[in-house]
């Protein structure tokens, strides 16, 4: 990508891939806010001086989306935009497809999976009562240009009042896409085209069914190196040296996880599943990590299965997982929690803070259970 300008624009959880992209000439961008803001109700006392939820979210969305802007401008704003720059975009950083209009570049949408939302079933009624000429001009749009199918595919939220202040207020553009900011009639004299929609799985596990949008692309998975899999890079520089005499189904680890090390390579009757809920506990969808951890504790018991838990630095959980280790046993330490991991329930479950390559890990285990997210 030497000939290219490349920024990887992207929030303080994927701090740790700065000098994987920096070695790949990729410039990392940091927003300061993290990936989401944990669920939870606004149920304060009364005349309690903290601001509710709905107000905080307010508050964090404006300076996220601030911070956005500052980043693009600060790509965009300095040299003239030429012909081939784009913004890539996946579906939960709309961000971008507003920017990309403020810069007059092209957006393209890139997702490992399908678009996770569907319209609200009202939609379509309400748009077409509420804008009957921009429903028509999407509806007749020709071939290749944006149309009403691109809309119910995934471009519906860009719809919603929220976008809308936010284009009219800070980016001066129409608070409605495709319309004219001055007459807010649908620009009749140009028509966008189609963004290009790439889809990161293969056609043999979803299929490509004929009305998608007619610029979607399925193209295969996309898998990151399997250096950027490792959070040890003890263990990284261990697989590097021992990749030439194991196969991808061993476990080659440092010094510090030999722990871990040993339950992947132990041979048993019993199944191993590996547990990786990763975003769900910052999402606040976690509400009792205690009563998770004792639904492991039982199905290990009853069905004979051995866990591998990876607590992706969820506090809550871990300070679960410890106060389970001080029940067993009181020869444990955060420290070590905190290098190899822990191992509870009679040996049954793993809990590991950090990360090791899937690639590695799958051929070990029956059963994934993963939520689907980061």
């Not at 990887?8 to 992209?21: G, N």
């Not at 012909?83 to 810069?103: Q, R, S, V």
């Not at 009219?168 to 319309?179: N, R």
């Not at 190899?340 to 285990?365: A, E, H, Q």
């Amino acid at each position: 990508m030497k000939d290219y300008g490349v920024f990887f624009v992207t929030h303080s959880a994927h701090q740790s891939l700065s000098a994987h992209l920096a070695k790949s000439g990729v410039t990392y961008v940091l927003i300061s806010s993290p990936p989401v803001l944990a669920v939870r109700e606004d149920s304060g006392p009364a005349g309690s001086s903290e601001p509710s939820f709905s107000l905080q979210k307010r508050n964090f969305t404006d300076a996220h989306r601030q911070e956005c802007l500052s980043a693009v401008e600060s790509i965009f704003g300095v040299e003239e935009v030429i012909a081939g720059d784009f913004i890539l975009i996946n579906f939960f950083a709309l961000e971008g497809w507003n920017l990309a209009e403020l810069f007059q570049v092209r957006c393209v949408v890139a997702a490992p999976y399908v678009v996770p939302y569907s319209a609200p079933s009202s939609f379509e009624r309400h748009f077409r009562k509420e804008f009957p000429l921009l429903y028509d001009y999407l509806q007749e749009a020709p071939s290749g240009k944006v149309c009403w199918k691109d809309v119910m595919h995934w471009m519906w939220p860009l719809f919603s009042e929220s976008w809308g202040y936010w284009r009219s207020d800070v980016l001066h553009l129409s608070s409605i896409p495709f319309t004219d900011p001055v007459t807010s009639l649908p620009k009749w004299h140009e028509r966008d085209p189609s963004p290009l929609l790439l889809y990161g799985f293969s056609e043999d596990i979803v299929e490509h069914p004929d009305y998608w949008p007619s610029n979607v692309r399925v193209c295969g998975f996309w898998f990151i190196p399997i250096e950027w899999q490792f959070s040890c890079q003890q263990c990284l520089q261990v697989a590097a040296l021992d990749s030439e005499a194991h196969s991808k189904t061993e476990y080659p680890t440092c010094s510090v996880h030999v722990q871990l090390h040993s339950f992947l390579r132990t041979e048993t009757s019993m199944p191993l599943v590996f547990v990786g809920l990763s975003s769900i506990g910052s999402m606040g969808f976690m509400q009792n990590p205690r009563a998770f951890l004792a639904v492991l504790q039982i199905v290990a018991r009853i069905k004979n299965y051995r866990f591998i838990l990876f607590t992706a630095g969820h506090e809550p959980l871990q300070a679960a997982v410890l106060a389970a280790a001080t029940e067993e046993s009181s020869s444990f330490s955060q420290r070590q929690f905190g290098e190899d991991g822990i191992i509870l329930f009679n040996g049954r479950v793993f809990c590991f803070t950090g990360s090791i390559p899937y690639l590695w890990l799958f051929p070990k285990c029956a059963v994934a259970v993963h939520h689907g997210g980061r």
